[in-house]
C-alpha cells in the first residue's frame, strides 16, 4: 500500500514527460537539406486585384463570389453565392407561376392576376438581385485582394532574370 502513491507519481511523471517531449520533437522535426530548422514558409502568395476583378468578371457571372473566393474572402464569397442561388429560385418561382396563375392562385397569391403580378415581381426582383450581387462581386473583389495582400505584407516586385523582367513576390517575415 505504501509503494501506491509513488506508483501514481512516477505514471504521472513518466506519462507528462512523454507528452513534452512528443511536443518538443514536433517543433524541431522540420528540418531542411542542410539539417537547419525551418522556421519560415510561406503560406500567403500575392493576389493580384486586376486578376480578382477578371475573375469575378467572367466566371463570375456564373459562379458568384468567384472572385472573392480567388482572394481568399471565403465569407463574402459564400454570401454572393448563396445569394446568387437563391435570386436564382426567386427567378425560377416565378416563372413556374407565370406559367399557370389559375394554378397558383388563392391563399396568399389571391386572385390569378395577383398571382400574375406575384410572379412578374419574383422575376424582376430575381434577376435584379443576380445582377446586383455580380456588380458587387466585380466591384469588392480587387479590395479583398488588396486587403489580403497588406494584411499578409506582400507586394508584387520586378526583378530581372536573363535581361528579361519577371514579376515576383516579396514577403515581409
Given at each position: 500500500m505504501k509503494n501506491l502513491p509513488i506508483k501514481i507519481l512516477l505514471t504521472i511523471f513518466i506519462l507528462s514527460v512523454l507528452f513534452i517531449t512528443s511536443d518538443v520533437s514536433a517543433q524541431s522535426g522540420d528540418v531542411d537539406l542542410s539539417?537547419?530548422?525551418?522556421?519560415?514558409?510561406q503560406n500567403y502568395f500575392y493576389k493580384d486585384p486586376n486578376k480578382a476583378f477578371l475573375q469575378a468578371f467572367f466566371p463570375g457571372?456564373?459562379?458568384?463570389?468567384?472572385?472573392?473566393?480567388?482572394?481568399?474572402?471565403q465569407l463574402t464569397g459564400d454570401v454572393l453565392l448563396t445569394g446568387e442561388v437563391l435570386s436564382l429560385i426567386?427567378?425560377?418561382?416565378?416563372?413556374?407561376?407565370?406559367?399557370?396563375?389559375?394554378?397558383?392562385?388563392?391563399?396568399?397569391?389571391?386572385?390569378?392576376?395577383?398571382?400574375?403580378?406575384?410572379?412578374?415581381?419574383?422575376?424582376?426582383?430575381?434577376?435584379?438581385?443576380?445582377?446586383?450581387?455580380?456588380?458587387?462581386d466585380m466591384a469588392h473583389a480587387p479590395t479583398a485582394a488588396s486587403d489580403?495582400?497588406?494584411?499578409?505584407g506582400l507586394k508584387p516586385i520586378a526583378y530581372m532574370d536573363r535581361d528579361a523582367p519577371v514579376v515576383a513576390l516579396a514577403y515581409r517575415f
Open positions: 539539417g537547419g530548422l525551418v522556421t519560415n514558409h457571372l456564373l459562379i458568384h463570389g468567384y472572385g472573392h473566393f480567388y482572394a481568399d474572402d426567386s427567378v425560377g418561382c416565378g416563372i413556374l407561376i407565370q406559367s399557370n396563375t389559375n394554378t397558383f392562385s388563392g391563399g396568399i397569391l389571391g386572385d390569378p392576376l395577383n398571382a400574375g403580378t406575384v410572379g412578374t415581381n419574383m422575376i424582376w426582383g430575381g434577376v435584379a438581385a443576380f445582377t446586383l450581387l455580380w456588380v458587387v489580403y495582400n497588406a494584411e499578409h
